[in-house]
C-alpha cells in the first residue's frame, strides 16, 4: 500500500454523506448535471471550468474530483496539468480560455469594478450563443454550489464515492 492510500485510511471528512443527511440535495444535484449535461457546453470545457474552481478554491477534494472527470471526458494531460497556468498555456482553444477566464472572474473578488465586466462578457459571447452562455453559467454554479459542501465538510479526495465522507475510520 502506497503512503497515500494509507494516509486516507486514517483520515476522516468532518460529516457524513450530505444526500442522506438532506436527501433533497440528490434532486438538486440531479437537475444541475442535466444542465450541464444538456450539450451546449462540450464536457471537456465543463470538466476544465470545474477543475480551475477547485484550484481557485484551494481544494484538494473538488482539484482531484475534477481531474478524473476532466480525464474521463477525454481532456489531454497537459491540458489538465496546465489548467492552473492557462493564461500562457498553448493548449487551450479560445472558447476554453473564455471559459475559464469566467470561472475565475466569477469565484475571485474584482479589484476594481465589476467581476464580469462587458467586455469578458463579449469575449465569451464570441465563442458561445446564449443557450451556451447560460449552460456555462450554470457549470460555474454547479460547481459553486458544492464548494461549501467541500470546504466545510471535508470529504476524502481521491477515494470511491462510497467512502469519501467517512466520519470514522471503522466506515
Not at 442522506?20 to 451546449?40: C, H, Q, Y
Amino acid at each position: 500500500m502506497n503512503t497515500m492510500t494509507t494516509n486516507l485510511g486514517t483520515l476522516t471528512s468532518r460529516f457524513s454523506d450530505p444526500q442522506r443527511l438532506v436527501p433533497e440535495l440528490g434532486d438538486i444535484s440531479t437537475a444541475l448535471f442535466k444542465i450541464t449535461g444538456n450539450g451546449a457546453v462540450p464536457r471537456s470545457t465543463v470538466s476544465l471550468a470545474h477543475l480551475r474552481a477547485g484550484q481557485l478554491v484551494e481544494n484538494t477534494y473538488l482539484t482531484v474530483m475534477h481531474t478524473a472527470n476532466a480525464r474521463r471526458a477525454g481532456v489531454p494531460e497537459e491540458k489538465i496539468a496546465a489548467v492552473a497556468s492557462w493564461k500562457d498555456a498553448p493548449y487551450f482553444t479560445p472558447a476554453e480560455r473564455a471559459a475559464l477566464e469566467l470561472v475565475e472572474a466569477v469565484l475571485t473578488p474584482a479589484r476594481h469594478g465589476e467581476r464580469v465586466p462587458d467586455g469578458l462578457y463579449a469575449r465569451a459571447a464570441e465563442h458561445y450563443d446564449a443557450t451556451a452562455l447560460a449552460t456555462l453559467a450554470m457549470a460555474i454554479g454547479q460547481v459553486n454550489f458544492f464548494i461549501p459542501l467541500a470546504l466545510i465538510g471535508k470529504p476524502l479526495p481521491g477515494v470511491p464515492m462510497a467512502e469519501q465522507w467517512r466520519t470514522s475510520t471503522t466506515e
